[in-house]
């Protein structure tokens, strides 16, 4: 199983990005997919999560400004970051619980990240 992002890059505070991510292999089905982001010198922490059925959860720190969105048929999963702060760069990776085909346990896996960058 692969997870390939894309997006990010650098924007002025205030404004707005979008990254996505799609998985693709031996994949029988995807339960939870998210994303969580890491700051030089921080711990990876979850930004936001979404279930199969679409049950969303935030950061505290990102609700009202951030959005979470997954097309279940197309394996993708997006964050639409607006109003965004500089506080908020970091390196965002995409995630995804996913049980393989003929598996009997269901793996965690990561993408590769990407770079969002926020100036002030």
């Known amino acids: 199983v692969q997870l390939q992002a894309s997006g990010g890059g650098l924007v002025q505070a205030g404004g707005s990005l979008g990254v996505s991510c799609v998985a693709s292999?031996?994949?029988?089905?995807?339960?939870?997919m998210g994303w969580y982001r890491q700051a030089p010198g921080n711990e990876r922490e979850l930004v936001a999560s979404i279930s199969r059925g679409g049950s969303t959860k935030y950061a505290d720190s990102v609700k009202g400004r951030f959005t979470i969105s997954r097309d279940n048929a197309k394996k993708m999963v997006y964050l639409q970051m607006n109003s965004l702060k500089p506080e908020d760069t970091a390196v965002y990776y995409c995630n995804a619980k996913v049980v393989e085909r003929a598996a009997f346990a269901q793996g965690d896996y990561w993408g590769q990240g990407t770079q969002v960058t926020v100036s002030s």
């Open positions: 292999g031996n994949i029988f089905v995807i339960n939870d």
